[in-house]
């Protein structure tokens, strides 16, 4: 699987969008990247994921570049809740060839600030 | 479906002891993973399995044994309790059309 490359930490006022980066230049055609949170120490939340095509859903949208060497994960309105560790990851589909594994990286820390 | 289920959710062993971490899910998924997250850091994969009877290493297996004897059931084994086992353990679970990786909520386990 791909490597990725994230900051270390982040600072986001409530209210603001957050814009969480993620380089994944040796991103092979077959992998997604996905991203996940982590709330102190609770397991891992899946957010959103995609190949591609820029992706929404009612948690973030993700924004994949044309040659899909970094993504950005955005959450258009921080809140105090939203202060976690993201993890950007890159994937290979599941199949009957494959394992699958998930390799997670050390993230980066979002803190939302009053 | 309560999803994925771990036991217990805290322990303390000493050195030397022995215990399995259990893990189970109740949505037929074939893929299931074991980390382990020491703190202040990220996950890091001790073994996974992709069905029934198959098994292999992640990144940190040493210290650690597993078996999936069914589909549902994937538990983690110490043999020799170390304190640099130390840490948080979650399993996770992952069905061959699916697109989430689940998680349990974790098992914290202190070896002194």
């Known amino acids: 699987d791909a490597k990725t490359t994230q900051p270390t930490s982040m600072d986001c006022a409530e209210g603001r969008a957050a814009n969480l980066p993620c380089n994944h230049s040796t991103i092979s055609g077959n992998e997604y990247v996905y991203w996940y949170r982590q709330i102190h120490s609770q397991g891992p939340q899946y957010i959103i994921h995609?190949?591609?095509n820029n992706e929404t859903n009612e948690m973030a949208s993700l924004i994949i570049t044309e040659d899909r060497k970094s993504s950005t994960l955005i959450l258009p309105h921080a809140t105090l809740r939203d202060t976690a560790v993201y993890y950007c990851?890159?994937?290979?589909?599941?199949?009957?060839?494959?394992?699958?594994?998930?390799?997670f990286g050390q993230g980066t820390t979002l803190q939302v600030k009053p | 479906n309560a999803g994925v289920t771990q036991t217990p959710k805290f322990r303390i062993l000493k050195i030397g002891q022995s215990m399995t971490l259990q893990c189970a899910q109740d949505m037929n998924h074939n893929y299931m993973y074991w980390y382990r997250q020491d703190p202040g850091m990220g996950l890091k994969l001790i073994y996974y399995?992709?069905?029934?009877?198959?098994?292999d290493k992640g990144e940190v297996p040493n210290g650690y044994n597993v078996s999936r004897s069914t589909t549902e059931d994937f538990p983690l084994r110490l043999e020799l309790a170390a304190p640099s086992q130390t840490s948080v353990y979650f399993c996770a679970s992952w069905g061959l059309r699916g697109e989430k990786l689940f998680f349990g909520s974790g098992t914290q386990l202190s070896v002194l």
């Open positions: 399995s992709v069905g029934a009877g198959i098994t």
């Open positions: 995609g190949l591609k």
């Open positions: 990851i890159v994937r290979v589909r599941n199949s009957s060839s494959n394992t699958g594994k998930l390799i």
